[in-house]
């Protein structure tokens, strides 16, 4: 019998979690094993900082709901979301980039025609987002569907409200020649839910708990990578302190003012109104 120490209980637990029988399984929870071990020998991780990470980590159970990822939003915070998507993300350096999902995308969004109003009755500044989804050697990508969805001036999603109709989301399918236009409101920068574990920890920092103006995509077609990603406003606030490291150069767009008059959908705006102009590059399959 191998009695435990202080020396070989890392090699003991990865030993014995080594006998997974998914190979794969094997190779993530023996690495689990080592790295949560250098962990504590690193920090010398006392008695009373373990129970305050499981008290921590039962918190962060007893928020989430299907609504509510306070796991989710833990991984945003500490980087790692964006680290996974970059390294299963590797589109060629033409391609439009990818970001994080993040918690509040919702399903089976309502489908609108080109210039649609995914912000009906919200109030805002009108923003008509228009351009055109091309593969990387410049072909137009017709039939590409946009699923689009934004918070409101106050940050809320729909997800944190109480509503029955879906509000700032929608799906929008480009044109045979590769254009969408879409209909929105201007977003704004807010804070990440600030009420729950995640919000206790980051009080403890200098971290800024705000993300900059917005708006989110999801692009599917058939022939090409799914697309997650972002559109941000050029000069917002947080552009570069975004707490869930989302940002990227490439993905900051001008939000031009326009005076009322003609807008890309066709119509004319009585208000003044904001345009932004976009073109996604899509990876093959
Ligand atoms: C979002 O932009 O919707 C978001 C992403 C990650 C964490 C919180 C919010
Ligand atoms: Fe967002």
Same mark, same amino acid.
């Given at each position: 019998?191998?009695?435990? /120490?202080?020396?070989?209980?890392?090699?003991?637990?990865?030993?014995?979690?080594?006998?997974?029988?998914? +190979?794969? /399984? &094997?190779?993530?929870?023996? %690495?689990?094993?080592?790295?949560?071990?250098?962990?504590?020998?690193?920090?010398?991780? /006392?008695?009373?900082?373990?129970?305050?990470?499981?008290?921590?980590? /039962?918190?962060?159970?007893?928020?989430?709901?299907?609504?509510?990822? #306070?796991?989710?939003?833990?991984?945003?915070?500490?980087?790692? !979301?964006?680290?996974?998507?970059?390294?299963?993300?590797?589109? $060629?350096?033409?391609?439009?980039?990818?970001?994080?999902?993040?918690?509040?995308?919702? =399903?089976?969004?309502?489908?609108?025609?080109?210039? *649609?109003?995914?912000?009906?009755?919200? +109030?805002?500044?009108?923003?008509?987002?228009?351009?055109?989804?091309?593969?990387?050697?410049?072909? @137009?990508?017709? *039939?590409?569907?946009? $699923?689009?969805?934004?918070? =409101? %001036?106050? *940050?809320?999603?729909?997800?944190?409200?109480?509503?029955?109709?879906?509000?700032?989301?929608?799906?929008?399918?480009?044109?045979? $020649?590769? !254009?969408?236009?879409?209909?929105?409101?201007?977003?704004?920068?807010?804070?990440? @839910?600030? $009420? *729950?574990?995640?919000? =206790?920890?980051?009080?403890?920092?200098?971290? !800024?708990?705000?993300?900059? %103006?917005?708006?989110?995509?999801?692009?599917?077609?058939?022939?090409?990578? @799914?697309?997650?990603?972002?559109?941000?406003?050029?000069?917002?606030?947080?552009?570069?302190?975004?707490?869930?490291?989302?940002?990227? #150069?490439?993905?900051?767009?001008?939000?031009?003012?326009?005076? +009322?008059? @003609?807008?890309?959908?066709?119509?004319?705006?009585?208000?003044?109104?904001? #345009?932004? &102009?976009? =073109?996604?590059?899509?990876? +093959?399959?």
């Amino acid at each position: 019998m191998e009695l435990v /120490t202080e020396d070989n209980i890392t090699e003991l637990a990865a030993r014995r979690w080594a006998t997974a029988r998914d +190979p794969r /399984t &094997r190779e993530l929870l023996t %690495a689990l094993v080592r790295h949560l071990h250098a962990f504590a020998r690193e920090v010398r991780l /006392t008695e009373d900082e373990w129970m305050a990470a499981i008290q921590w980590l /039962t918190a962060t159970g007893q928020i989430s709901d299907e609504k509510r990822e #306070e796991f989710i939003l833990t991984s945003d915070v500490l980087g790692l !979301s964006m680290l996974v998507v970059q390294m299963n993300r590797r589109f $060629d350096e033409a391609a439009t980039p990818a970001t994080v999902l993040g918690p509040f995308h919702i =399903d089976g969004s309502p489908e609108l025609a080109f210039g *649609g109003d995914m912000s009906d009755g919200v +109030p805002g500044i009108p923003l008509y987002l228009s351009g055109i989804v091309r593969s990387l050697d410049g072909t @137009p990508v017709g *039939g590409a569907v946009l $699923d689009v969805w934004q918070a =409101d %001036a106050d *940050g809320n999603y729909e997800s944190q409200l109480e509503v029955d109709e879906a509000r700032l989301r929608a799906k929008y399918t480009t044109r045979a $020649d590769g !254009s969408y236009c879409l209909r929105t409101i201007a977003p704004k920068g807010y804070s990440i @839910p600030m $009420d *729950g574990p995640v919000g =206790d920890l980051i009080r403890q920092t200098e971290i !800024s708990h705000f993300r900059p %103006a917005h708006v989110h995509f999801l692009l599917n077609v058939d022939g090409y990578q @799914p697309l997650i990603t972002h559109l941000f406003e050029q000069g917002a606030q947080y552009l570069d302190s975004d707490v869930v490291f989302g940002t990227k #150069e490439e993905l900051v767009v001008a939000f031009e003012p326009r005076e +009322p008059g @003609p807008t890309p959908d066709g119509g004319v705006s009585d208000v003044p109104w904001v #345009e932004a &102009r976009y =073109d996604f590059v899509l990876q +093959p399959a």
